[in-house]
């Protein structure tokens, strides 16, 4: 027998899952909420909802309609989250542009997302002005002057508010594909070009509904409708985490930041009763010195923290402070999030105990299906031991990297998109994330963790720094090495590296397989422009060594 | 320009919202959680994924296919959430047949819904065995012993754990379209015959997954991972309020309490440490009598109340014991649920006031959007005042009605779910149910509230009960009377009456327009089989009245 269908009402409403249905309670259920930027702006949701509209006909009046897209270049804002909505519910695509790539690449993603409409705060018009020249598709651009009185630059024909004062706030939002693409912007992978994604409507009205259900899921502190959210991840990186959805749709009072700025920040969170943030490590620990500094008590502020590892050590900073601070996973092709660390009460968990639980990749979101798989592909089990790379379906991953057929099917190989991070996938259904693909070292069949081998090394006292990168081996298909900087006066050698190994091996704490070929020294670790010891280099020149 | 849409990569997987989609995370978070029946079964939920596995495999050789409806008559059991799982699992559809319907009607659900395969409990053999010459359809029927030992019945082919024991856990499930229909039954109104519904697989999803979120939205006392849950809303009725799917998505330990006996729930609820349910008023009232009764502390339990009007006085009842009691709304039309009450801890209510907002309909759920409209048709404003029909829009409303076109488009006139309910939106979002649309009283274009009225008549000493029913007026359209019965040696005027009225119109309690135009008195009411009165029946003796 076929599947069955009924015949639905001629009127029933089809109720497609586009992101203007996130609306549809919020404007009641804010009640007096106010979406705040800076100390500049203060809106209720029923003034934000009516410049939705006005933002709208504006637009229409420069052109945009369905299938338009336009890229926006804004401090995180009241205007931004404006354009997260009404763009989208044109039918048109918010392309967020990722400021803080070097310009050529700034204007390379304008031109490959096809923007036709860019919104440009001042600080960004040099760049803006830069680019015009390469970007012959632009029929509009919109400066944000954020206040400033300020002459309408030459490539700008009307300012944003003036945009809005001029237009209609009874803009005629209709129904459309919930498979419309809402969004776009680019990843910022460390090697290649930025690969461009994009996500439908569909897609983040799952994410949100998905994720406001797992953000309720925290021991003590989940993220609810009392709280006060501000982003603290900028909302050109993958929609901010999708948490200005969330928040919208759940009528809380929100504040925006603007540039960020530590003393903006901690006067915002301070004014406005902040309650829920999320961020980098990096910003969170700029949070914290700057809060030392002007002795602010940032007792209750919850923060959630993705992007890199959350250490303990950090972890224990914050939470020191009275913060609540948790660990989450995702990425730009995930939309991005795929799981939460969380606690539950049951368990009792205290101090080293919970910082545990609370600084690993976590519990997969409501719908996410995870797996490790081998080198082969095949699945591994959930014993918290077994290292694959970790792969991942859900309703709200890209379905390709646009433009790019053969990254496209790369990345969904086999059904499941490949995450390139190796994991383990603990007993108790939590996400553990191990190496970068790339830095794992296949060797005899098993992964073996290069970021584990280096922990374990860099306990010798006569161990500096350490970086574990394989090399090719015929046998072995890859062996470990060890690259090490001594320590002031001492030697290193492969002997002594590798019965501290053994007893790691011993304890059962790394594979049997985990023993280095070799110990190269060197004066200095090669780095990467941020700071990270560049292993890509380090394998280059091991495999020029061996080949020569 | 057209919607933008993109290439998929050729292998990415589209992701269809199918139930088995929810048990994603939750075999692997359920972290030792036990899915537990009366005292007689305790199940891991990795033994609840085999089980789903083994169920499948064996209706599939009693001829189950995508398309096959499987009707169960069971007490609220494990068995009967394997069914929630795997029969719309393998493309199937359950029905939840309604026992206590009267025998003839639970015979013409059966045959109107086409089930083929029938599974029953031994207490409703008699009845199964009854209907089974009417319904040429049926091609099994497996048996619930329900451990007892017994014979097998001539109707039945197989005793369900033997069915399961004997089949393979490797059933294959397969994807397939999310809009393909997974549940049935019928809705049980007071007037006419029993209505068909039916939700599909997308709806029961995005259902689950708004409810989820929106429970965590009460202050102090959300629902989520820590709790224990045990229905008390029977799992015929509507999926239980959709609570078994999300409780199951996220991998709490279940109890299920089979047929509802008062000491077996508060065993149950002391031993397992249960921590949320739901139920209609009546079931609380038994619950709390019983406890007296027994001594029970019911601290910690929360409790969700539907189905019919929550009450201050009970509300206040549960509280004293140190139970959670809040409201919801919804109807077997809406899957069910489409609001909660909630209140917020920067409020600050206590006491009577926080009662008061926890006994309305409450916030619409995520998605769901909500309207009154007065008898034209027109939107009325969210004010707390204006009166109207709810009308609402969400995801998961019920298409149809199956195999009747008029009832069908009556419900979704005008492209909104018209619930039949007269309501008010309040300024904060909540929505407060007032009457039954068929009970209002349509009076020069107001519609006034018969419960409202009937309370304020009820204050007067001389009335001993009393009913307020509209009758046709060829000026007003409908004017109210009262009819009552007059407490023992008292004459009741219709100018008292309206003395009380005015009271309440000055006190801008009640509309102007809600004076009665005469009192009838009678001896006692007429009243339903369940003890509500009568109104239908009283209308129809006036409008006789009035004819003769």
């Not at 930025?194 to 983040?204: A, G």
């Not at 409501?366 to 792969?391: F, K, T």
């Not at 646009?402 to 190989?413: R, T």
């Not at 090669?526 to 060594?545: E, F, N, Q, W, Y």
């Amino acid at each position: 027998m076929p599947l069955r269908y009924v015949e639905p009402a001629a009127e029933a409403y089809a109720f497609p899952l586009t992101v203007g249905q996130l609306l549809n309670g919020c404007l009641l259920s804010s009640r007096g909420n106010e979406i705040v930027y800076r100390d500049q702006v203060r809106l209720t949701y029923p003034q934000f909802r009516e410049r939705l509209g006005r933002l709208a006909s504006g637009l229409s009046g420069l052109g945009v309609e369905e299938g338009t897209t336009v890229a926006v270049m804004d401090w995180d804002s009241h205007r931004y989250l404006e354009c997260y909505f009404a763009v989208p519910m044109m039918g048109a695509v918010i392309q967020t542009v990722n400021v803080r790539l070097p310009p050529a690449q700034v204007i390379l993603t304008l031109a490959r997302a096809e923007a036709e409409v860019l919104l440009v705060h001042r600080d960004f018009l040099p760049l803006a002005e830069a680019a015009l020249p390469q970007l012959p598709r632009v029929k509009a651009v919109v400066l944000i002057a954020d206040g400033a009185e300020m002459p309408l630059p030459g490539c700008a024909g009307v300012e944003y508010e003036a945009l809005l004062a001029g237009a209609s706030p009874g803009y005629a939002f209709r129904d459309f594909d919930e498979n419309a693409v809402a969004t776009t912007f680019f990843t910022t992978g460390t090697t290649g070009l930025p690969k461009q994604v994009s996500f439908t409507h569909r897609q983040l009205v799952l994410h949100t509904l998905a994720n406001c259900g797992a953000s309720g899921a925290t021991r003590g502190r989940g993220f609810g409708v009392d709280d006060v959210y501000m982003p603290l991840t900028p909302m050109f990186h993958v929609h901010a985490w999708g948490v200005p959805y969330i928040a919208t749709m759940l009528g809380l009072k929100q504040v925006y930041p603007g540039r960020y700025d530590p003393a903006t920040i901690l006067d915002l969170r301070a004014r406005e009763g902040v309650t829920y943030s999320h961020c980098v490590p990096t910003i969170l620990q700029m949070v914290l010195a700057a809060a030392d500094g002007r002795g602010d008590d940032l007792s209750g502020w919850m923060m959630s923290i993705g992007g890199s590892a959350l250490t303990a050590s950090l972890c224990q900073e914050g939470r020191r402070r009275g913060m609540h601070i948790t660990a989450g996973y995702g990425m730009s092709e995930t939309c991005p999030t795929v799981s939460h660390a969380r606690t539950f009460a049951r368990d009792g968990l205290e101090g080293e105990a919970e910082v545990a639980a609370l600084i690993v990749a976590g519990a997969p979101v409501p719908l996410v299906a995870a797996r490790v798989l081998d080198a082969e592909g095949r699945e591994l089990p959930a014993d918290g031991r077994s290292q694959g790379e970790l792969v991942l379906r859900a309703p709200w991953l890209t379905r390709c990297y646009v433009g790019d057929a053969d990254a496209s099917d790369a990345l969904w190989h086999g059904g499941w998109l490949h995450t390139q991070d190796v994991a383990v996938i603990h007993p108790d259904g939590s996400i553990g994330i191990r190496d970068r693909l790339k830095d794992v070292i296949k060797s005899g069949g098993e992964w073996l963790c290069s970021v584990t081998m280096e922990g374990v090394i860099a306990d010798l006292d006569e161990v500096g720094e350490v970086a574990v990168v394989g090399v090719p081996d015929a046998h072995w298909g890859e062996r470990p090495v060890a690259v090490v900087v001594a320590s002031a006066g001492q030697a290193v050698t492969a002997e002594h590296v590798n019965a501290r190994l053994d007893r790691a091996i011993a304890a059962g704490e790394l594979s049997r397989y985990a023993r280095v070929g070799r110990v190269e020294v060197m004066e200095a670790l090669p780095k990467t422009s941020v700071g990270k010891i560049d292993k890509k280099a380090l394998r280059h020149a091991l495999a020029v060594d061996a080949a020569a």
